[in-house]
Each structure stands twice: as structure tokens, then as C-alpha cells.
């Protein structure tokens, strides 16, 4: 077993193994993503409140769920690479920080289009926005962090303490709208009993959210090659990769 995660985890085996896998992970989260798309902009039937404005939930939902997700696989990977000091760890929590970073952003921003037809508000400091903020926050203090130490190892290790210290933070997010009174609508799908949301506005909502979930993928991959290339480039198998 060892053996199995120490070749699994040799920075030269990642980079050739993540070459292989962007192409399927790319064309798979183009497939979802259009069909997402397809099934929620032209056949989920209006909303009977709502209207037409629903329809970024298909955008924001999953971008939320996504910031919550990568931030979850980014303070993981942090840890591992704290205690058993494992590179490849370090270059998948470096990797994904702004991304994450990104879908935090986006989750916000489609939030806002949302609340403002039926808050009638842009922003209200609202348990769960006022948390997502302070997520998208930490995501900028980790990559801070790992831009401003020139030694690798030691930003590493910096980032991943942030990160784990604000691994908190996503309990809150997911319970706001339990522990606190709150604008913002409770949970339609990740609940014990049925979801109420009508099947016809679920099918394209998870479509997204999976399309979203190979969209990380293929980019954490894209950005782990390029980091393992700078991390690795005085390697005699870089030297050689450069030279074919």
C-alpha cells in the first residue's frame, strides 16, 4: 500500500498520468455543461414566483457548492502535505486556491443578480453571504501566502494552517440558514426529507453541478502540471521532458 500511494504521488508520475486525463475530463465537462445549460435556459419550465430570474440558480448553486467543496479538497490536501509532507499534496492545495477562489467570486456575484429582483437589494449582510465572504477571504489569504514566501515549503506550510484554521468557516455556511434567521432560502435538495425542488429544474441543476466538478478537475490538473514543472525544474526527468 506504500508503495501504491508513493508512485501515485511521484510528481513525474502525476504530470504524465494529468496529461492523459485533461482531454477525457475536458470533453466530459463540455458534454455536462451543455446539457446543463440546454435543460435549464430552454425545457425547466418557469418559476411560478420567481418567473425567468430563477434560472441563475443553475449558475450560482453550483458555484457555491463548488466553493465549498475545493476549499474542503484544498485544506485536505494542505494537511497531508503538513504532516507527512508530501509534494504533490502542497501542489494540489496551491493548485486549487484560486480556483476555488474563482467559484466564490462567481457564487457572490450570481447572488447578487439573484437578490436584487427578489430582495430588492444587491447585498444584505446576511449570515451566508457575510460567511461566503469571509470564505472568499481565506481563499485570497492562501494564495497571498504562497505568493509572497519564496520558499516553497514554508508557504506550504503557512497556507495550510490558514486553511485548516478555516475549515470552520464551512459549517457555518452550510448552517446559516438553520442557526440564524436569514433572507436567504433554506436548503431545497440536501435535505433528510424529499427534495422540493420539481425534477424538471434537478436534472439541469445537477448537470451543472457536475459539470462544475469536472470543470476543477480539469483545471486543478491543467495548473498541478504547470506547478509541478516550476517545483521540479531542476529534476533530470524535467531535463529530459524539455529536451523531447
Known amino acids: 500500500m506504500c508503495a501504491f500511494l508513493h508512485k501515485h504521488s511521484s510528481p513525474k508520475y502525476f504530470y504524465l498520468l494529468a496529461g492523459r486525463l485533461i482531454p477525457w475530463f475536458g470533453w466530459t465537462c463540455l458534454a455536462f455543461m451543455l446539457a446543463g445549460l440546454y435543460y435549464g435556459l430552454f425545457e425547466a419550465p418557469p418559476d411560478y414566483q420567481q418567473g425567468q430570474s430563477y434560472r441563475i440558480m443553475f449558475v450560482h448553486v453550483p458555484a457555491a457548492w463548488m466553493s465549498m467543496f475545493i476549499y474542503m479538497v484544498m485544506a485536505i490536501a494542505g494537511g497531508i502535505g503538513l504532516v507527512w509532507r508530501i509534494k504533490l499534496a502542497d501542489v494540489i492545495a496551491a493548485s486549487s486556491a484560486p480556483i476555488g477562489a474563482s467559484f466564490t467570486f462567481l457564487a457572490l456575484a450570481t447572488g447578487a443578480l439573484w437578490g436584487k429582483p427578489m430582495w430588492g437589494a444587491w447585498w444584505v449582510w446576511d449570515a451566508r453571504l457575510t460567511s461566503e465572504l469571509i470564505l472568499l477571504f481565506l481563499y485570497l489569504g492562501v494564495i497571498a501566502l504562497n505568493s509572497a514566501i ?41 435535505k433528510l426529507s424529499a427534495p422540493s425542488i420539481h425534477i424538471s429544474m434537478l436534472i439541469p441543476l445537477l448537470l451543472m453541478a457536475v459539470a462544475f466538478k469536472l470543470y476543477y478537475v480539469l483545471v486543478v490538473l491543467k495548473q498541478a502540471r504547470c506547478e509541478v514543472l516550476e517545483r521540479e525544474r531542476n529534476t533530470s526527468w524535467v531535463q529530459e521532458l524539455s529536451k523531447n
Open 150 to 190: 519564496d520558499d516553497k515549503r514554508t508557504a506550504a506550510r503557512a497556507s495550510a494552517v490558514l486553511a485548516l484554521v478555516g475549515v470552520v468557516n464551512i459549517p457555518i455556511i452550510h448552517y446559516s440558514v438553520e442557526w440564524w434567521n436569514t433572507l436567504h432560502q433554506g436548503s431545497t435538495i440536501t
